[in-house]
């Protein structure tokens, strides 16, 4: 899977995604669009974010619970799985919580929002998007 790291994270944890198996992204990566040229979009604008991170096929970590919670309230098209980070603390703890995403749930699901809180990971089915 490819992951969009939206927010602060610590270097750890695109090495762990990597050692699991998968690829980690950042916003420049995704502003050069899809055919590697530079995109005019800004995605100042949350959705047109989310559109952006869904048509690169690209799944989303996020520590951001505010885009999460926009997404899922106003059903906004976007990524496949969605990933919250939650973590108070140190940068050992987001690649640790990384380590615990994959050690309990080694595939991630489509359709699904997996919060990892300092003590478990939580998933729930994410709300479809409304069509127009």
């Not at 669009?33 to 995109?39: A, I």
């Amino acid at each position: 899977m490819q992951f969009f790291l939206h927010g602060k994270f610590d270097p750890g944890v695109a090495e762990k995604l990597k050692a699991a198996g998968h690829q980690a992204h950042t916003a420049t990566e995704l502003a050069r669009g899809v055919s590697g040229e530079p995109d005019a979009a800004d995605f100042s604008d949350q959705r047109d974010l989310l559109v952006a991170i869904a048509a690169r096929q690209w799944m989303l970590l996020t520590n951001q619970r505010d885009l999460v919670q926009q997404a899922c309230d106003q059903r906004l098209p976007g990524p496949a799985i969605m990933v919250l980070l939650v973590s108070a603390g140190s940068p050992a703890a987001q690649s640790q919580a990384i380590d615990r995403l994959f050690a309990r749930y080694p595939r991630l699901s489509p359709g699904r929002l997996y919060t990892i809180t300092p003590n478990r990971v939580k998933v729930r089915q994410l709300p479809q998007p409304r069509r127009g």
